[in-house]
């Protein structure tokens, strides 16, 4: 079996199972395969973990987009957790895009969710001159409420604008992962996840993919997107292994 087919063989697997069950799923593909393991982290989204600033003492969400190596960068202090030498750092002009968001998204998790951690991270993709991604991550964690034990809402938000002449090109991709035991109204266990992609191109089209359906209760694809639509074109070529 080349790379190839065990990349995507792995990620079809991570479709299938619930978002509890993917960080001990993306071990198992990294020890069986540990030439693809940078492939896998970058490729699949899992459940978020939280930090604590050393620095500042504010929660911060740890994730693929703020790692390198073992090490975590807080976008409060713009610092590596454990400390890292020749650590990559955003440029300027993003490090100050980056400082901005994180002050608007933590009012807008507030609002919205009443509670809950929230980190944007700004990175230059090395694409194309003027490009620049940024992430957007919510953490909430719920418990006691109409008839809930427990639940935990993770969503990851990211977003490429690329330059194309004098326009910009923007490609949005949302997953939500969700996991919540509600004894109170009957169900054990309630898992899923859900992807959508949405891109618009200077023509002013604009594209929506699934790359992945909801999950149920097994943790299996509800959702398959219409073969026929032009928008799943672009969504199996985002799918493919990453360059």
């Known amino acids: 079996m080349t790379e190839d087919m065990q990349y995507e063989a792995g990620l079809d697997l991570v479709r299938r199972l619930a978002p ?6 993306v071990g198992h593909l990294c020890s069986l395969c540990p030439d693809l393991t940078d492939d896998w982290l970058t490729s699949i989204d899992q459940p978020l973990q939280v930090k604590k600033c050393a620095k500042t003492g504010r929660d911060f969400v740890l994730c693929d987009y703020n790692r390198d190596a073992d090490s975590y960068r807080s976008p409060f202090s713009n610092e590596y ?7 990559v750092l ?9 400082v901005e968001a994180n002050d608007i998204f933590a009012t807008f998790t507030k609002l919205y969710y009443e509670s809950g951690v929230c980190s944007v991270y700004a990175w230059d993709p090395a694409t194309e001159d003027g490009a620049f991604a940024m992430g957007v991550f919510i953490h909430k964690v719920g418990e006691g409420h109409r008839g809930l034990d427990q639940g935990v809402w993770d ?10 002449g004098d326009k910009f090109a923007y490609r949005l991709t949302t997953t939500v992962l969700l996991s919540m035991n509600a004894s109170g109204t009957g169900l054990k266990t309630l898992a899923g996840s859900y992807t959508q992609q949405a891109e618009n191109n200077p023509q002013g089209r604009l594209w929506l993919a699934r790359p992945r359906g909801e999950h149920g209760q097994d943790g299996r694809d509800n959702g398959e997107p219409d ?17």
């Not at 957790?81 to 650590?87: F, K």
């Not at 955003?90 to 980056?98: I, S």
């Open 20 to 25: 509890t069950k993917i960080p001990e799923l």
């Open 81 to 87: 957790e454990p400390p890292l030498e020749d650590a």
């Open 90 to 98: 955003p440029p300027d002009n993003l490090r100050q895009l980056e």
């Open 155 to 164: 969503s990851i938000h990211v977003f490429e604008v690329v330059p194309e």
């Open 227 to 243: 073969a026929e639509q032009p928008a799943v074109r672009v969504l199996r070529q985002g799918q493919g292994r990453p360059g």
